[in-house]
């Protein structure tokens, strides 16, 4: 068999493998909340247009948009975490969204009074462990008081989908639906008006954020034993 030269074998096309389409994301399923029944939407940002930022306010951080997901990293001399908030009055409400830690160290949600200069609660990712705190304090008088605590380690190159409950005194956090974690402190009542993604690190990524109004589902009485039971396995 005659062999072609090597210049002729260098200038036939190369087969490369075809990169990985993104898929539509509209059609991506809501999870089921445990605790609440989802009432009125208040926000909802697939990061897939433009003007992202007028809703949901970025501060202090480095935040870029790729391919329909918002990436979050440091701000280079800022004393503050990269935050991103949402601003309206609520008082029990329901958020989902889907993460990927990447190089972050943390992601939180929280919720605060800006009326009041007063943080309320979070719930936060880290590499190793998911914990519900509730807050108090603004600023440099911020104080977190963990409320309760379960291992977790979410694989950093994996978009992971966290669900939170916050309704009257409790709280319900389940991510992807296998992991659930319950927490119950009366402070959390308290005036809402802000809701905001904080991360610590680079780089955190967020996508398909949604935010509801919730009501106490009648039937979670019945329900919150095996919720609190789930939830203590595995501490």
């Known amino acids: 068999m005659r062999l072609l030269p090597i210049c002729l074998l260098l200038a036939l096309p190369l087969c490369h493998a075809e990169p990985a ?12 909340p445990l605790m609440v029944k989802r009432d009125k939407s ?7 247009k433009p003007g992202w930022e ?9 935040f870029q948009v790729v391919e329909g997901q918002l990436k979050v990293g440091p701000q280079e001399g800022a ?3 990269p935050q991103a908030s949402f601003y309206t009055p609520m008082t029990d409400v329901v958020a989902q969204l889907r993460f990927r830690l990447d190089g972050a160290k943390r992601i939180s949600v929280m919720l605060s009074s800006p009326e009041r200069s007063e943080n309320v609660a979070s719930v936060t990712v880290d590499a190793k462990e998911v914990t519900i705190a509730r807050m108090s304090g603004w600023g440099g008088t911020t104080k977190v008081i963990g ?3 379960k291992s977790f380690q979410p694989d950093k190159d994996q978009w992971h989908t966290l669900l939170v409950e916050w309704c009257g005194t409790e709280c319900v956090v389940q991510i992807d639906d296998k992991f659930v974690l319950h927490a119950t402190d009366p402070e959390l009542v308290r005036t809402k008006g802000q809701f905001a993604l904080q991360s ?8 398909d954020l ?13 329900r919150k034993s095996k919720v609190e039971s789930k939830s203590e396995r595995g501490r």
């Not at 208040?42 to 897939?48: G, P």
């Not at 007028?54 to 480095?62: A, E, F, H, I, S």
């Not at 949604?210 to 019945?222: G, H, Y």
């Open 79 to 81: 004393n503050h975490p």
């Open 147 to 149: 409320l309760a605590k």
């Open 21 to 32: 389409r993104r898929t539509k994301k509209s059609n991506i399923a809501d999870m089921q």
């Open 54 to 62: 007028k809703t949901l306010k970025p501060y202090k951080g480095d």
């Open 42 to 48: 208040l926000l909802e940002e697939s990061f897939e």
């Open 210 to 222: 949604k935010l509801s109004t919730a009501t106490l589902d009648p039937e979670w009485e019945k």
């Open 200 to 207: 610590g690190g680079a780089f955190a990524w967020y996508d």
